[in-house]
């Protein structure tokens, strides 16, 4: 009879431990893949941050364009309490391109005032013309340069509006996926409640005598609560006692009588506690 007892307990302990193998297995696979999330997160955050350097060096190459002394002055001085809030980085390139525009039309301006104003007056000089079909080429790079530089920032501003997205989606992934790994799912009961709920099943002894509680490992989900641990760290068990009988580690948890018929257990380590996803309390 006593090596009845011994062998069956044997068998109990390598159940218990081929079952805390399994959920560790998938714990640690659970791991891996939000690990992946996360390079790939860090991935395209950098891909964001080279479009957004990109953007940069086309407002340097908008504030290297000179018309002039003249035009440069001509530029409209904004106030700051014009604008209520500050401009985003893409609302200043698109403001500069603008003044510039502006500043190139009224230089293109100025010289057809002096064309005119030396051809009415009779004037013909080659040099002079020289000198003003230069400043109409170098207008006409200028704008040419501003276009291929406003189609730039076209492209990019869209590349970015997809990198935002895809962070923000990659983000509520790695989000729900830590969720995913910090929730566990709890039930208790008493003796008679979980057996009739095939949460557990009693093993070994003798006669229907020494039997032991172990959890069954067929899991109905509707008896079993959710809770993030993450978010939350206590389960409160309307009981004058409580015992855990899932296998997760003793050292990751604590049982304490807050009331005479009312036990909290308060998780302290909850990475080794959620390593076993399904918690099962019996009640006495």
């Given amino acids: 009879m006593r090596r009845t007892s011994v062998i069956a307990l044997a068998l109990i302990s390598m159940l218990l431990v081929g079952t805390t193998v399994v ?141 935002s997205t895809e962070v923000e989606g990659q983000q509520n992934e790695l989000a729900q996926k830590q969720q995913e790994l910090a929730t566990i799912f709890y039930t208790m009961g008493s003796k008679k409640e979980l057996t009739r709920s095939g949460v557990v099943e009693s093993e070994g002894g003798v006669l229907g005598l020494g039997k032991t509680l172990k959890p069954s490992g067929h899991f109905d989900d509707a008896v079993f609560t959710p809770l993030d641990t993450d978010q939350e760290s206590v389960i409160r068990i309307p009981a004058e006692k409580a015992q855990v009988l899932s296998a997760q580690p003793v050292s990751s948890y604590v049982l304490q009588q807050v009331g005479k018929d009312m036990v909290e257990l308060r998780i302290v380590d909850p990475k080794e506690f959620r390593k076993v996803k399904q918690v099962v309390i019996l009640t006495t």
């Avoid at 997160?41 to 290297?64: G, K, V």
């Fill in 23 to 163: 959920f560790y297995s998938k714990y640690q696979k659970s791991v891996a893949n939000y690990a992946q999330l996360q390079a790939e997160d860090s991935s395209t955050r950098m891909r964001y941050s080279a479009a957004s350097s990109e953007i940069a060096a086309i407002q340097d190459s908008l504030n290297a364009i000179v018309l002039g002394a003249d035009a440069v002055q001509a530029l409209p001085a904004r106030s700051q309490t014009e604008v209520e809030l500050p401009p985003t980085y893409h609302d200043q390139v698109f403001d500069r391109i603008a003044a510039l525009k502006g500043a190139i039309e009224r230089t293109k301006d100025r010289i057809q005032e002096l064309d005119t104003r030396l051809k009415k007056n009779g004037i013909k000089i080659a040099g002079l013309e020289k000198m003003i079909a230069g400043l109409r080429k170098s207008v006409a790079e200028k704008e040419e340069h501003i276009a291929q530089l406003t189609t730039q920032v076209d492209t990019l501003r869209t590349r970015v509006a997809g990198l």
